[in-house]
């Protein structure tokens, strides 16, 4: 008389387990997936070799390059693509159109965006920073050179815009800017007088002033005055600056999965990678008499830092 007590039990039992793991199914496929699209003015390796790496990060999506000449006015492209620019050729490109789809634009620096003002101001614009935070550049100082309170800074007539924010963040962390505009890069007496004020020189994302043709300059006046460069990032630190904070592809991907995971009205404007890293210059530290940069160590505390309130 039980038995078909029990079948109907058995019976319940088969279609709740086999609801639960349909709702586990559901659960890990996502709910939707994203038109991709990035484009660039050169179609290069390492163009491809983004595209790959964040294809392979979100396999959910429909992740395509095309060459920026290959593209139609941005209110060409379907509403719902999300655009991903990877050179300035495709910001000015875009910034000519105040329609079109929402755009994450990559590799653009402080500077070159104040030299199109529109960037910051479109609706459809938001801009990932690829030059060094202010203020985390300024925290690595106070870290790797607690010592130093007078941070030399050249600038230029491109990168005067910056002092303001400069001399905010140093205020913070009781520093004083030495600021020295550097209109003739021929011309090493703005150097020297730098030289003579400062502890250390905190190098600006300005390619005018910090260049190849400007390196040799630089760097050699500075070994002469045992003045460490900190800066302007990570290629100068490998052309001989001391050490400087720098955001690889990875954790740009970081940035990108995280943002294309959000509407794109909730995008920012513009900011900096959360993630970063550390890279010093052993060979420049022990010139100096500095101690050697822990890379992994600093940074770690910097990130530390920067997520207390």
């Known amino acids: 008389m039980d038995t078909p007590s029990r079948m109907t039990f058995v019976l319940i039992h088969t279609l709740w387990r086999r609801a639960v793991v349909l709702a586990c199914l559901l659960l890990a496929t996502p709910a939707w997936s994203a038109d991709i699209l990035l484009t660039a003015a050169e179609d290069g390796a390492g163009v491809q070799a983004f595209t790959r790496a964040l294809a392979e990060q979100r396999p959910e999506d429909r992740i395509t390059f095309k060459p920026l000449s290959d593209l139609p006015s941005p209110n060409g492209l379907p509403a719902q693509t999300r655009l991903i620019l990877l050179d300035l050729p495709g910001l000015d490109w875009r910034l000519r159109d105040p329609l ?23 609706a459809r614009i938001s801009l990932l920073w690829s030059d060094p935070p202010l203020a985390r550049q300024l925290q690595l100082i106070n870290r790797i050179l607690p010592q130093a309170r007078r941070v030399g800074v050249l600038y230029g007539a491109e990168s005067e815009f910056l002092l303001p924010e400069l001399r905010q963040h140093a205020a913070a962390l009781q520093l004083e800017i030495v600021p020295q505009r550097w209109d003739n890069t021929n011309d090493s007496r703005a150097l020297q007088t730098l030289f003579r004020n400062s502890d250390v020189l905190l190098g600006l994302d300005d390619p005018q002033l910090y260049n190849p043709k400007t390196a040799k300059n630089l760097l050699l006046s500075s070994y002469a005055q045992q003045l460490p460069l900190v800066g302007p990032n990570a290629g100068f630190v490998k052309a001989g600056s001391l050490a400087s904070t720098y955001s690889d592809q990875s954790d740009w991907l970081a940035v990108l999965d995280r943002l294309l995971d959000h509407p794109p009205a909730t995008w920012p404007r513009a900011l900096y990678p959360e993630h970063f890293k550390v890279v010093g210059n052993p060979q420049v530290a022990r010139s100096l008499g500095i101690e050697q940069v822990d890379e992994a160590s600093v940074a770690a505390r910097l990130a530390e830092g920067e997520k207390r309130p």
Do not use: E, K
């Open 100 to 122: 079109g789809p929402p755009t994450l634009v990559l590799r653009i620096s402080r500077l070159q965006a104040h030299q199109r003002p529109g960037a910051l101001q479109h």
